[in-house]
């Protein structure tokens, strides 16, 4: 599903092996890749999963937060709610700053939205935790085209990691 005036985007931590969460959690708080979420969302809407939602203190602030969740009763003030991704993806594309629109996870709904995904935002961190229970999907170059890759940088405690963009090969008619 190509749509020219939508750019649909996952961000994402990821390990080695595509590992990303563990326990309804992220594996690492890295500051500078918190920062660089902030930064590349701000303005725009959001899509996440209940578990995310219910992850964070709040509403991420400065942008459109669209929850998907299969519960009819489930209700947060401070966000949309959407029952299926295809309902988060329109309610994305009425909001405001839609000509990109971010999935922030969890893993499933990373899953259901990556054949519609047109760019990720990654950071690669150069690490393979011993406890993780959620992964992204498999990007191999086959499908993706790698347009900017930062310069390995290190956390303080020597966990190092990179920022890397990438757009869906556009396959021909």
Request: hydrophobic fraction near 35%; glycine fraction near 6%.
């Amino acid at each position: 599903m190509e749509n020219s005036k939508n750019n649909i985007c996952a961000i994402v931590a990821i390990g080695d092996n595509f590992e990303i969460g563990y326990n309804g959690d992220l594996i690492w708080h890295i500051k500078e890749d918190l920062k660089r979420f902030k930064s590349l969302t701000m303005c725009h809407p959001v899509i996440m999963g209940r578990k995310t939602r219910d992850s964070l203190p709040k509403a991420l602030p400065g942008r459109t937060n669209i929850v998907i969740t299969r519960n009819p009763e489930y209700t947060a003030s401070d966000s949309l709610i959407a029952h299926s991704l295809t309902e988060a993806i329109e309610i994305a594309k009425n909001s405001e700053g839609s000509e990109k629109i971010f999935i922030i996870g969890g893993g499933q709904i990373y899953e259901d939205a990556f054949p519609l995904l047109d760019s990720l935002e990654i950071t690669h961190v150069y690490d393979t935790p011993k406890e993780t229970d959620t992964y992204f999907p498999k990007v191999t170059l086959d499908d993706w085209v790698l347009t900017e890759k930062s310069e390995i940088f290190e956390t303080p405690d020597g966990l190092k990691y990179d920022f890397e963009s990438l757009s869906r090969k556009k396959t021909k008619p």
